[in-house]
């Protein structure tokens, strides 16, 4: 795992996945695989609001429905390219975004959290209802293919699989740049303590709407590609299900952390394909494992490796420490005849002394 969380491993992981469709037995696995980088990069998104700023924002699966409508919308009905619908996918919703931010921020805790569930519900039915815009229950069908670029067509599963993999990679390597960043260790100064960061001279206010508004761009974009995958849209997809299942996978991942976020949005979807044959009663399964990793492993896999290889570091340390600080004066008498070894505070002269 230490390798994993290096340059090195990054590597690793990246050459991983351009392999995957060499050793892939169908394309119902690249298929698979597509869809959880999908929802891998908004769950990305979604770490940097909750995972890094301490916000639990319940209507990031409303945000990517935005994205995905926003191509549907542009391309079916308009006519317009995909790659200007998907370039303008994740600006209309960090542009909504905006909006609720600037509103719902201004609660705290739970009453955020239920601010924003209540947001999703609203961006459902509005999805749902207003047939004008969005087609309502009926969705949004024949939403065409990303155009080629030079000799590469996305027609094929391969070939939309590499899409999605170079917007996830790309989205990975500017999230870990935005994190490792001063704008990051502000964004974790406001999770850790708002009134701490507010005497720090933080503007709190300014610094939350632009996470929630990045976080939710990545949910615009999520839901571009999304668009162009399935092309297909209905309102199902901004179910607050599927926020859940984001939440599900930073939790087994490692909230607050890169790599976690990533690994859980591909366990999950994994997992679920194994659990098929349980249907209906898959969430019997999920709800108990999920109670026990909350429980036993509430920092998830990458964010317990990190805290035990923090606590080890601090034992290495101690350990060399207390030695080199543990040396007292071996044979040496004080005024009154009593040895100095051994007694607090008796300092070692040194040579020089003796």
Not at 87 to 108: D, M, P, Q, T
Not at 209 to 234: E, P
Not at 283 to 310: E, N
Request: charged share 10%; aromatic share 12%; glycine share 12%.
């Amino acid at each position: 795992m230490d390798m994993l969380l290096g340059r090195t491993g990054w590597l690793l992981l990246l050459a991983a996945a351009i392999a995957f469709p060499l050793v892939a037995s169908n394309d119902y696995h690249l298929t698979v695989m597509s869809m959880a980088f999908i929802f891998a990069i908004a769950t990305v998104g979604l770490n940097l609001i909750t995972g890094y700023t301490g916000q639990f924002n319940l209507a990031h699966s409303g945000f990517m429905a935005i994205g995905a409508y926003t191509v549907g919308i542009l391309t079916v009905d308009h006519g317009m390219p995909f790659w200007v619908a998907f370039a303008l996918s994740g600006f209309v919703a960090a542009f909504i975004g905006y909006f609720v931010g600037i509103v719902s921020l201004r609660l705290k805790g739970h009453y955020f959290s239920i601010f924003t569930l209540c947001v999703g519900a609203i961006i459902h039915l509005l999805i749902e209802k207003w047939e004008g815009l969005t087609h309502g229950a009926v969705g949004i069908i024949g939403i065409p293919a990303p155009e080629p670029i030079g000799p590469i067509e996305f027609e094929s599963p391969t070939t939309q699989y590499y899409l999605v993999l170079t917007v996830l990679a790309i989205s990975t390597w500017l999230m870990h740049r935005i994190v490792d960043s001063l704008l990051g260790r502000t964004f974790m100064a406001i999770r850790n303590s708002d009134e701490l960061a507010e005497a720090l001279g933080i503007p709190l206010m300014r610094n939350k709407v632009l996470a929630f508004v990045l976080s939710v761009f990545y949910a615009g974009l999520a839901g571009g590609l999304y668009a162009g995958h399935v092309r297909f849209l209905g309102p199902d997809l901004a179910n607050v299900n599927y926020t859940f299942e984001m939440v599900m996978a930073m939790l087994v991942g490692g909230i607050g952390t890169l790599l976690g976020p990533l690994l859980g949005s591909l366990i999950v979807p994994w997992l679920t394909q194994y659990l098929q044959f349980l249907q209906d009663y898959r969430m019997i399964v999920f709800g108990p494992l999920l109670v026990l990793l909350i429980i036993f492993v509430p920092d998830g896999i990458v964010g317990s490796w990190q805290k035990r290889r923090a606590r080890r570091r601090a034992e290495r340390l101690a350990a060399a420490v207390v030695p080199a600080g543990s040396r007292t004066v071996g044979a040496t008498k004080t005024g009154d005849g009593e040895a100095g070894a051994g007694r607090p505070g008796a300092i070692d002269p040194g040579p020089v002394g003796r």
